[in-house]
């Protein structure tokens, strides 16, 4: 279902999880970014109440993932640490503009992108995770995660055409497979 090229490297779920708070609290911050993302998105949609209500729905979502992230932090009394730099993000944005400019459609598929590989990464760690309580959170997660991606490839296919979405898609998920392969693996979700 999801349009990823490669799997993650095996050895980087045990990496990621050197350091559970950290790799929490950067999950915390995806889904805020997720939610800010989505409400800018909807200037794009001004004529289109009917996709404006489909992303104000999916802010809501990203930020309930926001909420519960923060509340397993607090429970273990790890801190939420600030939000830096995104390297993943940034890498996906700089290849969907190498050869042309940030059309809405590109950025509707690196928002696809994001989602199908936060959806595999939350997978690996539903089934690796030591703290029961938190694997389980990644499997609830994962499962929304995964529909979001879809919402993405959907939205992308509306405002150009199915086909033309699929095409770039395709395009654009072969230059995320080779971003994933050259980050280092660390204690967040990408
Ligand atoms: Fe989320
Ligand atoms: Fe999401």
């Not at 009917?50 to 104000?56: D, P």
């Not at 590109?106 to 696809?112: E, I, N, Y």
């Not at 150009?160 to 395709?170: F, N, T, V």
Request: aromatic letters at 6%.
């Amino acid at each position: 279902m999801l349009c990823l090229t490669s799997d993650t490297h095996p050895d980087w779920a045990a990496a990621a999880l050197k350091d559970p708070a950290a790799l929490l609290a950067d999950h915390a911050q995806c889904e805020k970014k997720a939610a800010l993302s989505a409400i800018s998105l909807t200037q794009a949609f001004a004529d289109d109440i009917e996709t404006v209500n489909e992303l104000a729905a999916f802010a809501r979502e990203e930020l309930e993932h926001f909420q519960s992230c923060c509340e397993h932090l607090a429970k273990r009394g790890w801190p939420l640490i600030r939000a830096g730099k995104d390297p993943y993000a940034a890498a996906l944005i700089r290849a969907a503009t190498v050869d042309s400019k940030y059309s809405l459609m590109d950025r509707l598929l690196v928002s696809a992108l994001i989602e199908a590989r936060s959806t595999e990464r939350l997978k690996v760690l539903s089934e690796e995770h030591p703290d029961a309580e938190l694997a389980e959170f990644c499997r609830s997660l994962m499962e929304t995660e995964a529909g979001h991606y879809m919402f993405f490839v959907r939205l992308a296919g509306r405002v150009s055409s199915p086909e033309l979405a699929k095409i770039r898609l395709a395009e654009l998920a072969l230059r995320e497979a080779q971003i994933v392969a050259e980050l280092p693996h660390s204690s967040r979700v990408h």
